[in-house]
C-alpha cells in the first residue's frame, strides 16, 4: 500500500531563509508526486507535480521540488521564504493504475517571521 | 486551469436533518469526482470516489447510507449527509479529474464547504 510521511508538522523560517519541507513515499510502483499548498478555510491549490521526465520540478511561486527515487524523496524547497508563503502544506502520492486517488500526507504547517 | 466550485461555502443546520453539498467543475468535463474530509488541523481524508453514471465507490469505514454521493452528470457531483449529527462536522473538499482525457488523473480542488451541526 501507499504512504506518504511529511516530516515535521510545523516548520518556521525567518523571512528571506530556505524553505525546506519533507516527504518520503511508498510505493510499489514509481508514483506521481504532488504537492499542494492550503490556506485556512480554503481549497488546495497545486504547486507542482512530478508524473515523468526531469526529476528537478518547478512550480509556482518560486517552488520546486526534486524527485529522488533512492531515497524515496521528494522534498519542496523555496530558497528565499516570504510572508505570503505562510499556510499547510501537503504531499501526496498518486498510483499510476488508481485511478487518480491521492493518499495525502499530514500536512506541515509553514510559519515565516518577519 | 481547471476550475471546481463548491456550493455552500459554509452550512449551519440541526442535528437530524440533512444537508446537500453541490461539487461542480466548470471548465471541463469530469468523469470522476473525489470527495474528502478535513478536521481542523489534520490531513484531508478520502471519503469516496464517484465516476459519472455510476456508483460511488466508498472507503473503508465511511458510511455510505449516510453520505449519498450523486455523480449525474460530467460535470455536477452532489454529496448529501444525511441525519446530520454534530461529530460530522467537518470541512467538505471535492475534486475533480479529467480521466481518460488526462493521462496523469490530476484532481483539480473544490474551496471546501464548512458544515457544522448544532
Known amino acids: 500500500a501507499q504512504s506518504v510521511t511529511q516530516l515535521g508538522s510545523h516548520v518556521s523560517v525567518s523571512e528571506g531563509a530556505l524553505v525546506l519541507l519533507r516527504c518520503n513515499y511508498s510505493?510499489?510502483?514509481?508514483?506521481?508526486l504532488f504537492w499542494y499548498v492550503q490556506y485556512p478555510n480554503q481549497g488546495l491549490q497545486l504547486l507542482l507535480k512530478y508524473t515523468t521526465g526531469a526529476t528537478l520540478v518547478k512550480g509556482i511561486n518560486g517552488f520546486e521540488a526534486e524527485f529522488k527515487k533512492s531515497e524515496t524523496s521528494f522534498h519542496l524547497t523555496k530558497p528565499s521564504a516570504h510572508m505570503s508563503d505562510a499556510a499547510e502544506y501537503f504531499c501526496a502520492v498518486s498510483d499510476r493504475g488508481e485511478g487518480g486517488k491521492l493518499i495525502f500526507g499530514q500536512g506541515t504547517e509553514l510559519s515565516v517571521k518577519p | 486551469g481547471a476550475v471546481v466550485s463548491q456550493h455552500p461555502s459554509w452550512v449551519i443546520c440541526k442535528s437530524g436533518t440533512s444537508v446537500k453539498i453541490e461539487c461542480r467543475s466548470l471548465?471541463?468535463?469530469?468523469?470522476?469526482m473525489f470527495w474528502y474530509r478535513q478536521f481542523p488541523k489534520q490531513s484531508l481524508m478520502l471519503m469516496a470516489t464517484s465516476n459519472e453514471g455510476s456508483k460511488a465507490t466508498y472507503e473503508q469505514g465511511v458510511e455510505k447510507d449516510k453520505f449519498l454521493i450523486n455523480h449525474a452528470s460530467l460535470t455536477l457531483s452532489t454529496l448529501t449527509v444525511t441525519s446530520a449529527h454534530p461529530e460530522d462536522s467537518s470541512f467538505y473538499i471535492c475534486?475533480?479529474?479529467?480521466?481518460?482525457?488526462?493521462?496523469?488523473?490530476?484532481?483539480?480542488f473544490g474551496p471546501g464547504t464548512r458544515l457544522t451541526v448544532l
Open positions: 471548465d471541463f468535463q469530469a468523469t470522476t
Open positions: 510505493s510499489s510502483v514509481p508514483p506521481y
Open positions: 475534486s475533480a479529474s479529467g480521466g481518460l482525457a488526462d493521462p496523469y488523473n490530476e484532481q483539480f
